[in-house]
């Protein structure tokens, strides 16, 4: 069944309403078509009614910010790597691929080179050592052990470098601690229990620390 309508000069086209056709509307012999509906995504770009949720221009904006996430964090991880402080009493040496390096850094917050440099602090005030107990025997074959050894160091900034060079990060125990032992054992093998004990033992400290200085000058 077909109907028109016509108000003022405006035909009424076939539209289907229960099976009646009705045509389109024409206003001063103008068809009218039906809105079409654009919508726009974050990154500014126009996206059809129609189009996937990730259009191409979407997925380039998503890998901007990804990117641009990705070198931030980086940024923060190299400042986080860097920074570093050194505390009142010591200092820094520096280390690179296992290298040490020639500097030496005071107290105080201080920047290296991220994932490249490695530093460890060295105490450089008066430090008090108590050595484990230290076995020896006298001239005439008597063991004896020495307990509560205290050995005080004290090391010079100028000498740092080389002195980790040439003895490690470590370096108070090969020039200090172990010298002491052997030079504890050198004076009981050369004199007997009556002399460590008794006529010779005050001698035993000005014995050991004057070695142990030469050594170290050595």
């Known amino acids: 069944m077909n109907e028109q309508h016509s108000t003022k000069g405006v035909a009424m086209g076939p539209q289907t309403t229960g099976g009646v056709a009705m045509r389109p509307q024409t206003t001063d012999g103008v068809a009218m078509r039906p809105p079409t509906y654009r919508s726009v995504d974050p990154c500014g770009y126009d996206m059809p009614d129609g189009m996937p949720h990730l259009s191409k221009g979407r997925k380039q904006c998503s890998a901007i910010t990804a990117a641009v996430l990705l070198v931030i964090a980086l940024g923060i991880a190299c400042i986080v790597d860097s920074y570093h402080k050194i505390n009142e009493g010591y200092v820094g040496i520096y280390f690179r691929h296992g290298a040490i390096q020639e500097r030496v850094s005071a107290p105080g917050v201080h920047l290296m080179r991220p994932f490249i440099d490695d530093y460890v602090e060295v105490k450089i005030r008066p430090e008090t050592h108590r050595m484990d107990p230290v076995r020896a025997i006298t001239k005439d074959g008597i063991e004896n052990t020495f307990r509560e050894i205290n050995v005080i160091t004290?090391?010079?900034k100028d000498k740092l470098?080389?002195?980790?060079?040439?003895?490690?990060?470590?370096f108070k125990k090969s020039l200090v601690y172990d010298r002491v032992k052997e030079d504890l054992r050198i004076f009981?093998?050369?004199?007997?229990i009556d002399e460590v004990y008794n006529?010779?033992?005050l001698d035993i400290v000005a014995h050991v620390k004057e070695n142990v200085g030469s050594s170290i000058s050595r």
């Open 154 to 156: 004290t090391v010079m």
């Open 199 to 201: 006529t010779m033992f």
């Open 161 to 170: 470098i080389f002195m980790a060079k040439k003895f490690g990060r470590d």
């Open 188 to 192: 009981c093998a050369n004199h007997t």
